[in-house]
């Protein structure tokens, strides 16, 4: 689920780097040179940031938000910020020293120690976690602080210049993936910029939920320019039309931690520690598909839009395709008599999230009335809404609606009547709730066609932006590299022109006559010991 072009443009990039001419030599290598699989991984994450990057959206933060939560504290609960995707902590600090500034401007009644700021900041990369933790910075990755705060919260450390310890104590680095492992709680501010672009929508909506569980009421989240929040526009929303700041929305979330991987990884663990008989799961897994196949009643599992995602066992006689654009739809598959019921039953399973059960619906099976009981059941532990929908026979002898209905009992013409007439109302009854819905379900069928266009278009733009975005960082961090590279070319460049000054300078001073030949024996230089004691001139013995 991470954007494919990106991946593509950083393997080319390496193919490019190696001097390799196609993917497949390259893959040979990366097989090979464990050194390069840690540079390729290191190339994908794509690590930019800086010290107040877009210092506009931290001028903002700095004057208005972070007073805002330190507003509403109490004198001794903590400020809980949390950094994800930190880096090499250029950020975090950052808001370490924004924080450290307006705790210093607070009036003696408000405790104005920075042992109040707790700044969570991590990051999947190791080195870059380490970095982050020495707090040490070349000059060249400054950039973006002024000269007041370098000389106020910096000091020079051999060549470099390091964070005063006031500074660091404030931050917590760890390393962390916030797709996977459990997220912090009670977090005021949860700042995640340039990261979710490399993602697809999928991984961009877990991320954000697990935000929005992070976050306290009202909390703070910051994105990147290329992100926002339209895929969970339930959870949060814009405080501005500039800055890509949100406030958490005080609504159930629908973050779950999935412990599945951790429960692979142990269970991994246990088979190489323990190996156990596979002969014993074998027919354990047997056992259970034939139970599952002979007694368990039919089904089918449809997701929170009522597209059927799996079927269970025979449905033919409950379900069949409609005719006309093939649809997975579960009310339009549904045979006659069905699909009403079905409506009402998943309405109140998604409305009040527990199992609801109908007993004794009629429908109707090639002129015949069959009679089943229908039990909705919303899943647990899924990402989106899922609900388990089953179908059990009631194994009721059917009745011919041609005419060979079962024996009634004998009856005045009156009672006979009275049942035609309530027979006909029922009829009547349905045909108008089935006209009623199927002209809701096409006015919403516009509606939605209308959204999902609008949605198209949006998520288009969107996925430009971001894919721009992308573009722009990776060139950030290809001229970062390039920076780095001529700055150490210059340093190189000094030290052989200080090396060639010294050697010239013992030439000059060595008193007796030196010459220097080339290979072919005709003299490059002299020195002034040769000058002087042959009584020649630099012109007459040049060449």
């Known amino acids: 689920y991470y954007k494919q072009p990106t991946i593509r443009r950083r393997i080319l990039r390496r193919i490019a780097l190696n001097n390799l001419s196609s993917p497949v030599q390259y893959l040979r290598y990366l097989k090979d040179v464990t050194l390069e699989q840690d540079n390729l991984y290191h190339d994908l994450l794509i690590p930019v940031t800086s010290f107040f990057r877009d210092y506009s959206i931290f001028e903002n933060l700095c004057e208005s938000v972070l007073p805002s939560i330190e507003k509403v504290k109490l004198s001794n609960e903590p400020i809980r910020i949390w950094i994800a995707g930190c880096s090499t902590g250029q950020e975090a600090y950052s808001y370490a020293i924004c924080l450290k500034e307006y705790l210093g401007t607070?009036?003696?009644?408000?405790?104005?120690?920075?042992?109040?700021?707790?700044?969570?900041?991590t990051d999947i990369r190791e080195p870059a976690i380490a970095k982050a933790r020495t707090g040490i910075y070349t000059m060249s990755e400054l950039e973006g602080l002024s000269s007041q705060r370098l000389d106020t919260f910096f000091t020079k450390f051999d060549g470099s210049y390091q964070l005063n310890k006031v500074i660091r104590d404030m931050c917590v680095f760890a390393v962390h993936n916030f797709l996977k492992d459990p997220p912090f709680a009670k977090v005021d501010l949860v700042s995640c910029r340039n990261v979710l672009i490399y993602m697809e929508p999928y991984l961009q909506n877990k991320a954000l939920s697990a935000f929005h569980y992070a976050l306290n009421p009202n909390g703070y989240l910051l994105l990147g320019r290329a992100e926002n929040t339209s895929h969970v526009s339930d959870l949060f929303v814009a405080t501005g039309k500039k800055d890509k700041l949100f406030t958490r929305k005080d609504t159930p979330g629908t973050f779950r931690y999935n412990s599945a991987m951790a429960k692979d990884q142990l269970q991994t663990v246990n088979k190489t520690s323990h190996p156990v008989e596979s002969g014993e799961t074998d027919f354990q897994k047997s056992a259970d598909i034939v139970l599952l196949s002979k007694f368990s009643p039919v089904g089918v599992v449809v997701n929170k839009d009522m597209e059927?995602?799996?079927?269970?066992?025979?449905?033919?006689?409950?379900?069949?395709?409609a005719p006309g654009k093939a649809s997975y739809n579960l009310f339009k598959m549904a045979r006659p008599g069905l699909a009403f019921e079905l409506r009402n039953l998943l309405h109140k399973a998604k409305q009040l999230n527990v199992a609801v059960v109908k007993e004794s619906v009629v429908f109707i099976v090639n002129n015949e009335e069959h009679s089943i009981n229908i039990e909705a059941i919303p899943l647990p532990d899924t990402i989106e809404p899922h609900f388990l929908v089953l179908l059990h026979d009631t194994a009721e002898p059917t009745t011919n609606q041609n005419g060979g209905k079962k024996d009634k009992p004998s009856s005045s013409n009156d009672y006979e009547m009275l049942l035609q007439k309530s027979e006909q109302e029922l009829l009547q009854l349905r045909e108008d709730i089935k006209g009623i819905t199927e002209i809701q379900e096409t006015a919403n069928e516009e509606l939605q066609s209308a959204n999902e266009e609008l949605l198209s278009g949006s998520e288009e733009l969107q996925s430009l932006n971001e894919e721009l975005e992308a573009g722009k960082e990776e060139l950030q961090s290809t001229n970062e590299e390039l920076t780095v590279m001529n700055q150490e070319m210059l340093g190189l460049n000094d030290k052989l022109r200080a090396a060639r000054n010294y050697a010239e300078a013992i030439i000059t001073t060595i008193r007796e006559p030196l010459l220097v030949l080339d290979k072919k024996m005709?003299?490059?230089t002299a020195n002034r010991a040769f000058y002087k004691t042959f009584d020649v001139k630099e012109t007459e013995i040049a060449g």
Not at 106 to 121: C, E, G, K, Y
Not at 311 to 320: A, D
Request: aromatic share 12%; glycine share 6%.
């Open 106 to 121: 607070l009036p003696p009644d408000r405790t104005n120690n920075v042992s109040r700021v707790q700044i969570f900041a």
């Open 522 to 524: 005709f003299i490059k």
């Open 308 to 321: 059927i995602v799996h079927f269970r066992g025979n449905t033919g006689k409950y379900l069949e395709p």
